[in-house]
């Protein structure tokens, strides 16, 4: 899901501008977690936002580079709360994903 992000840098991070133009935020602390790109490449990504709906729990995430969470593309992921941990997955469903992905824009 790519979606333009004007909101405030997440705990406290800085608004900054990359190289190629595109928004970011500096490092600030911000919970991350890593998922396995389609090319094989191990991906850091940062927990932007969380939502609930029908009973299941959904992060918004985006990429980490060089420690600078980069606003050009976002991502939704199922989320599985385990006492202080979590897990992630992907949205397989592609009616889910637009359903899911709908409720979110909505809010």
Do not use: W
Request: a negative charge; hydrophobic letters at 30%.
């Amino acid at each position: 899901m790519n979606t333009e992000n004007n909101t405030a840098a997440p705990n406290g991070g800085e608004n900054v501008n990359t190289e190629n133009g595109a928004s970011a935020y500096s490092s600030g602390e911000y919970v991350t977690f890593h998922v396995t790109a389609k090319d094989g490449r191990d991906v850091e990504m940062a927990v932007v936002d969380e939502f609930d709906i029908e009973n299941r729990h959904y992060v918004v995430s985006s990429v980490v580079e060089d420690d600078v969470i980069q606003t050009d593309g976002q991502y939704i992921y199922q989320c599985h709360l385990k006492g202080g941990d979590f897990t992630v997955e992907p949205i397989l469903d592609p009616k889910e994903f637009e359903h899911v992905t709908r409720a979110y824009m909505e809010m």
